[in-house]
Each structure stands twice: as structure tokens, then as C-alpha cells.
């Protein structure tokens, strides 16, 4: 069997093979990059609950000793501006898992405008590759219709 012409549009066919593939690693960069920030705020998160049980239990240590008897009145007034001072880190740190959470909801839409280019370049690259599967079947039936003719 005689082989058929070459496809006319493979070089367009190739370009958007490449751009599908191009358009997987971006998509896989900018969800791994989701996957990296979404870990960081969950670690921020749990520090956070770190913190504020550290200072609930600092509070209960402080209650029990003043309760006993244990503190001067200038130690109680050094205990409550500490644990003050724990509420504001807390306060603090939680503007910082906003930031966080930010970080995260821009990298997600990143990650879904990668996911957008992926699907496009995935149906222009089908589109093609339907073209040509219709192209090479049409070559082969006037391939075998020439055969018969001989």
C-alpha cells in the first residue's frame, strides 16, 4: 500500500500538543504552589490554638497561685499585663493567618485561570486531533478506492 500525503496542518497539530502540554506543567506548578500555601495557613492555625492554650493555661496557673495566696499585688498586676501580652501576640498572629488566607485564595485563583488555559489548549488540541483522525480516514478510503480502480 502506497503511503498517503502528509497531513497539511501537522505543524499546527505539534504547536498545540506543545501548548497543552505547557499549559499541564503550569496548571501542576500553580497547584502544587495552592498545596504550599493552604499547608502553611492549616501549620498558622494550629499555632495559633498552640497560643491561646498556653495562655489559658497561664491564666489558670495565675488564678490558682493568686487563690493560694502565692503573688504580691504587683505580681498579679505583671501576671495580667502578661497575659494581656499573650492576647495581643494572639491577636496579632491571627492578622497574619488573614494574610495567609489571602495568599491562599489568590493562589487558588491562579491556579483556576491555569485550569481555564488547560482546558482550552486541552480542546483545541482535540479539535485537531479529531481533524486529522477524519483526514487520514478519508486518505485511507481514497487510498483503497484507487487500489480497487487498478
Same mark, same amino acid.
Given at each position: ?5 502528509? @497531513? ?8 498545540? #500538543? ?8 503550569? @496548571?501542576? =506548578? ?11 495557613? *492549616?501549620?498558622?492555625?494550629?499555632? !495559633? $490554638? ?8 497561664? $491564666?489558670? #496557673? @495565675?488564678?490558682?497561685? +493568686?487563690?493560694?495566696?502565692?503573688? +504580691? ?6 501576671? #495580667? ?11 496579632? @498572629?491571627?492578622?497574619?493567618? *488573614? ?17 481555564? !488555559?488547560?482546558?482550552?489548549? +486541552?480542546? *483545541?488540541?482535540?479539535? !485537531? ?8 480516514? =478519508?486518505? $485511507?478510503?481514497? !487510498?483503497?478506492?484507487?487500489?480497487? *480502480?487498478?
Amino acid at each position: 500500500m502506497a503511503k498517503g500525503p502528509a @497531513y497539511r496542518l501537522q505543524v499546527l497539530f505539534e504547536m498545540r #500538543d506543545k501548548a497543552k502540554q505547557a499549559a499541564e506543567e503550569v @496548571y501542576a =506548578a500553580k497547584k502544587k504552589l495552592v498545596l504550599v500555601e493552604q499547608k502553611k495557613h *492549616d501549620e498558622m492555625k494550629i499555632h !495559633l $490554638k498552640e497560643m491561646i492554650q498556653k495562655r489559658q493555661e497561664k $491564666k489558670a #496557673d @495565675y488564678s490558682e497561685r +493568686t487563690r493560694r495566696g502565692e503573688y +504580691t499585688i504587683n505580681q498579679i498586676q505583671q501576671n #495580667d499585663r502578661h497575659i494581656e501580652k499573650m492576647k495581643q501576640q494572639e491577636a496579632a @498572629y491571627q492578622v497574619e493567618i *488573614d494574610r495567609q488566607q489571602e495568599r491562599v485564595a489568590e493562589a487558588e485563583r491562579v491556579a483556576e485561570e491555569a485550569m481555564q !488555559l488547560l482546558i482550552k489548549a +486541552t480542546q *483545541d488540541y482535540k479539535a !485537531l486531533e479529531k481533524h486529522k483522525e477524519k483526514w487520514q480516514k =478519508a486518505v $485511507k478510503r481514497e !487510498l483503497a478506492m484507487k487500489e480497487e *480502480d487498478q
